[in-house]
């Protein structure tokens, strides 16, 4: 069997999906060892890998042109012996080249929105989206043999925009040896951390002004870092909040940082949190509950098992539940902080494991196929 995934970047800068792809696929590879994987992808500055460790791995790195086109892919697609193509994102060129080539020789496809479907998503840069959806987008969608999503609620977001495909919920996996559990030890002084991509989607203003309305006695032994990518006019903007706010002493944003820095970031995180309105799966959390931080975020992320297995807070959104969860969490006894990010640990090494979610996904590829056995993590309308 071989399968050949595709999507637009794997660059450090690129967010959560250019990690999970390349750790799922890396993950496959030594599942099945008769299993050849080619993953595709533009070329970029920083990838987060150059090669796969397996010899049945292979990583072609292709030249972008106009809108994203690449006549390289273009080639590979058309020539490559493949049995599946698995696309990754929405709204880019590489995966619409997928679609439109797998249908045309007739091969099976799967996309992965990562989120991209996501109502907020759709929201931002809403004439561009549904310009791309109605042209192009929609098709692919339609026609795919399978929509791959990373949580119950990303299926439901599927679902409810008219979409009657197979939807296969397989969550991101989590590679736990790169990711050590530190158990946090007691100390007077104490850090939260947020570290993602800086974005307004993720929170970042709603979480500098629910940090603003505590009081003195809830902030004088915490620190909030913020830690990540984005444009440099946005980060300004929030410098400049900071400064007006006069929380210079309390609030620092930092340059993003990648491999066993970051997780040295999350190991030294009393609480960890991502405000978003939006992630169709929200892989920094899973790393820092990976790490032990118990974590704070919102229902516009799938964590509700924050709540149900006592590792966080999942609220609503806005800057008042925020506010009021920051109150609690940073006055919550130590060492119940602490137990918390055990079970954060152990939530993580139960159900998101690499191992698992790699098994997952081979059964998936196994049962597009040979159309048998279907597995309880596909659902069919």
Known sequence: MKISHIISSIDNA??????????????????????????????????????????????????????????????????????????????????????????????????????????????????????????????????????????????????????????????????????????????????????????????????????????????????????GNGQDIYIKKLRNIIKLKKLQHQIVISEPIFGAEKMKKFQEANLFVLPSYSENFGIVVAEALACGAPVITTKGTPWEELNSHQAGWWIEIGVEPLKKTLETAMQTNESELISMGVNGRKLIENKYSMETVAKQMLALYQWILAKNNKPDFIDII
């Open 14 to 227: 690129s967010g959560g999906p250019s990690r999970s792809v390349t750790h799922t696929i890396q993950a496959i590879l030594k599942q099945e060892d008769t299993l050849k994987i080619d993953l595709n992808t533009l070329i970029s500055e920083n990838p987060i890998i150059k090669k796969f460790d397996s010899k049945n791995g292979q990583l072609n790195f292709h030249n972008q042109e106009l809108l994203g086109f690449s006549k390289t892919l273009q080639q590979e697609l058309n020539n490559i012996n493949t049995d599946i193509f698995h696309g990754h994102g929405l709204w880019q060129y590489p995966v619409h080249q997928m679609a439109q080539i797998a249908r045309q020789r007739n091969i099976p496809y799967i996309i992965t929105p990562r989120g991209m479907l996501d109502v907020w998503s759709i929201k931002h840069k809403g004439f561009k989206k549904k310009l791309a959806l109605k042209l192009f987008q929609d098709k692919d969608l339609r026609k795919a043999t399978i929509i791959h999503a990373t949580s119950k609620q990303e299926a439901l977001n599927i679902r409810s925009l008219g979409y009657k495909n197979p939807v296969a919920i397989i969550p991101n996996g989590i590679p736990l040896k790169k990711l050590e559990f530190t158990k946090k030890t007691i100390s007077n002084e104490k850090k939260m951390l947020f570290l993602s991509r800086i974005v307004k989607n993720k929170g970042v203003e709603e979480l500098i002004e629910a940090w603003s309305m505590l009081n003195d006695e809830v902030t004088k032994h915490w620190t909030l870092e913020i830690v």
